[in-house]
């Protein structure tokens, strides 16, 4: 989803998975919300207030 739509925010990134499964629960949001934290920490991602954008090849 984020390459196709750069910037997008994390919260709008989250709340996909209601399209598809009626819901979101807590230990959902935190594993989703872990990921997104692991593909940052790995430089897989950058966050700005434009949102979530993947990171230009070498």
């Not at 919300?33 to 897989?44: E, M, P």
């Amino acid at each position: 989803m984020v390459d196709e739509g750069p910037g997008v925010h994390r919260g709008d990134l989250l709340r996909e998975p209601l399209a598809s499964s009626g819901g979101l629960g807590a230990d959902i949001r935190e594993a989703l919300t872990g990921d997104i934290d692991a593909l940052i920490t790995v430089g897989a991602l950058i966050e700005s207030e434009g949102g979530l954008m993947p990171v230009e090849g070498p």
